[in-house]
């Protein structure tokens, strides 16, 4: 991982952020009775993804940083799940660059758990 010092250095990370703020600016036009439905589950799920890159990367170990990859794919997939429940229920518009950011976090997210896996250290 040439060049990576901190969690910041990743990729993955800022990617992330920048999903995080886009979440954040599509829900907040969605219908005020969802705030503590799918508004409150999708930026929950969007938010875990930079943070659990973050707490991986922090646990300082090669397995807990993999899991933790592995858990933000999981929050990913979530919040794929969710977005297309709240596009196709009419509560916020289909977004291109929602859904373009959602297949780049994906895939350089794969790539980080291949790369972490065959890594010898971190």
């Known amino acids: 991982m ?6 910041r250095d990743l990729v993955a990370w800022q990617k992330g952020m920048e999903l995080c703020r886009l979440v954040y600016r ?3 036009n969605m219908p005020s009775d969802e705030r503590f439905g799918l508004i409150n589950q999708m930026r929950r ?23 933790f990859l592995r858990i933000t794919r999981g929050s990913l ?6 977005y297309e ?9 289909c977004n291109q ?3 373009d950011l959602l297949a780049e976090v994906d895939r350089i997210l794969q790539g980080l758990i291949r790369s972490v896996a065959n890594a010898n250290s971190l």
Request: charged share 20%; hydrophobic share 35%; net charge negative.
């Open 77 to 82: 997939a979530e919040l794929t799940t969710q």
């Open 45 to 67: 799920a969007a938010v875990s993804v930079p943070s659990n890159i973050a707490e991986g990367y922090g646990r300082q170990s090669r397995d807990d940083y993999l899991r």
């Open 85 to 93: 429940l709240a596009t196709t229920m009419d509560m916020i518009s």
């Open 26 to 28: 599509e829900t907040k």
């Open 2 to 7: 040439n060049g990576i010092k901190t969690f």
């Open 97 to 99: 660059q929602f859904h």
